[in-house]
């Protein structure tokens, strides 16, 4: 018994001075002498992102429409009804998928989703692709991962850093009353 106690008290006496030599880090005292370097990183990130996207659009062969944040988009299919506004509520059937075609989510298991346009309820890519469409209209989206999810993913089923794939129809425009 007496070498245990003995263990034990060393054990207590090497966590007491372990946990009091922690080491404490300086801050950075000037942030901005890395910002070239983490805008060059970036840069690259996004060029190589975008690249992929490119890469799969030909494997693909789909002729897709850029916007001036990256998205892209394909309607292929025309409806017959009103186009969205700012803060419309929006019903959509939707699937989603990574670039890499694993499949996320889907309207079929996760029902269809309504959202307020202007509210940030879901991905900017989404919400940018949803406005260019008329109710009734199939689109296919092109979402990079910095109008997706960006640098934390979902913390679920997409990625750090994920493309996203979306087969998105507009179902409906409800009233701002629903």
């Known amino acids: 018994m007496k070498i245990f106690s003995q263990i034990l008290f060393v054990f207590l006496l090497w966590t007491l001075i372990s946990c009091g030599n922690q080491t404490k880090h300086k801050p950075i005292e000037n942030p901005d002498m890395y910002k070239e370097d983490f805008t060059k990183v ?18 693909h062969e789909w002729v897709m429409s850029k ?28 699937s ?19 959202f307020e346009l202007g509210k940030a309820e ?10 260019l469409m008329h109710v009734g209209d199939k689109a296919k989206l ?13 913390e679920n089923k997409i990625p750090k850093r994920a493309t996203l794939i979306y087969d998105v129809e507009l179902v409906e425009i409800k009233s701002s009353n629903f």
């Open 42 to 59: 970036n840069k690259t990130l996004v060029a190589k992102e975008d690249e992929d996207i490119e890469n799969y659009m030909e494997r």
């Open 67 to 94: 916007t001036g944040t990256g998205l892209r988009y394909q309607v292929y299919l025309n409806g017959k009804g009103n186009q969205p506004k700012g803060n419309d509520k929006v019903v959509i059937r939707f």
């Open 96 to 114: 989603v998928s990574l670039i890499n075609g694993v499949q996320c989510y889907d309207s079929k298991t996760e029902g269809m989703k309504i």
């Open 122 to 131: 879901v991905e900017n890519g989404l919400e940018e692709g949803i406005l």
């Open 142 to 154: 092109i979402i990079p991962s910095h109008l997706a999810y960006g640098l934390l993913g979902d």
